[in-house]
């Protein structure tokens, strides 16, 4: 791994912790979404407490920055370790974003930018998922959920190189691990739908 193998993930975890979903709405709206709804700087937290408008715009700006490592980094000459391991960076960074505390939204939007550059067809599917299971049961995180896990599958199934699958295994389990809260009120019924 070269210096600027490294250069790349910092600044993949500087960019990712850039919280639009923070910044967006506070600018247009006024409102810091970690005084409403879930408390959660996310989109969905976004859509829940503000307008559709502002949320996608967020959802667009958190796929951009998943989108733009990525890209940076195969332009700079990165394989694909390290444009995987950039993109991993920069989800982490967003989730873990170290002006907010290390505590950021739960990287689908940012994870969907990733990979829709590793493996695009794979994510294409996810997302296809992501809405069918969302709209169909109300639940943001039931189809956040659900398309994280069909994501691994999707990626070794379409051939994808062996650090996007290995990439996709480790962000899988990183939002697996951040909807244990909401698994947890999926499981009890207490879950917000959207």
Do not use: Q
Request: charged share 10%; aromatic share 8%.
């Amino acid at each position: 791994m070269t210096t600027m193998d490294v250069w790349l993930m910092v600044l993949g975890y500087l960019v990712g912790s850039v919280p639009f979903a923070l910044l967006v709405p506070r600018r247009l709206t006024g409102v810091d979404v970690r005084d409403v709804g879930s408390g959660n700087v996310g989109s969905a937290n976004v859509f829940r407490s503000t307008r559709p408008s502002v949320g996608m715009a967020v959802i667009a700006l958190d796929v951009a920055k998943g989108c733009a490592i990525v890209l940076l980094a195969g332009k700079l000459g990165g394989d694909d370790h390290v444009r995987a391991a950039a993109g991993i960076a920069t989800i982490i960074g967003h989730v873990y974003p170290v002006w907010l505390r290390f505590n950021g939204g739960k990287g689908v939007a940012t994870a969907g930018g990733v990979f829709g550059v590793l493996s695009p067809a794979a994510t294409a599917v996810a997302a296809v998922t992501f809405l069918v299971v969302a709209w169909r049961t109300r639940y943001v995180s039931m189809g956040s959920i659900s398309a994280s896990l069909l994501l691994v599958p999707l990626v070794y199934l379409m051939s994808a190189p062996s650090p996007t699958v290995i990439g996709a295994s480790a962000v899988t389990a990183l939002i697996l691990f951040r909807h244990r809260s909401n698994l947890a009120r999926l499981g009890v019924g207490t879950e917000r739908r959207f």
